[in-house]
């Protein structure tokens, strides 16, 4: 698949779907927050060894910053970053799941054809299919 040169980072090494992408999409979509590992984690619903492994790596690549304190956050001059989470954002709002799951489509008032007989349904498509006809 090809690239566009302008916006194609080789340094980033983040794949959609995975705990390490969603640490990142989920501290650039709050960059004036900071978290700690133990609010990722129930924010994100995994599991803590796995958060607090990905936060460090992350940390380790420059990919999230750190407080001194052990809080999390996005770093601001990382615009690659930025614009990774923009597009599965867009991608997100484009093709991913904007439909409730349980829901159900809504059932008309009326229905086409309701109180109607099959011979009167037929007589009235013949007269259409003559009206187009002519």
Same mark, same amino acid.
């Given at each position: ?27 650039? $979509? ?6 700690? &590992? $133990? ?7 995994? &599991? ?41 954002? $867009? ?13 159900? &489509?809504?059932? &008309? ?26």
């Amino acid at each position: 698949m090809p690239v566009l040169l302008e916006d194609y980072d080789a340094e980033i090494d983040l794949r959609p779907g995975t705990t390490k992408s969603d640490i990142v999409v989920y501290l650039y $979509q709050n960059p004036e927050w900071g978290y700690s &590992p $133990q609010e990722i984690k129930e924010a994100l619903d995994i &599991p803590r060894g796995t958060a607090t492994t990905t936060l460090k790596r992350l940390y380790d690549e420059d990919y999230i910053g750190k407080t001194d304190d052990g809080y999390y956050h996005a770093l601001g001059e990382r615009d690659d970053i930025r614009r990774y989470v923009a597009n599965l954002n $867009q991608a997100h709002r484009m093709f991913g799941h904007h439909r409730d799951t349980d829901a159900q &489509p809504e059932e &008309p008032e009326t229905k086409i054809g309701e109180d109607r007989t099959d011979e009167e349904l037929d007589a009235e498509l013949a007269e259409l299919e003559d009206g187009v006809d002519e």
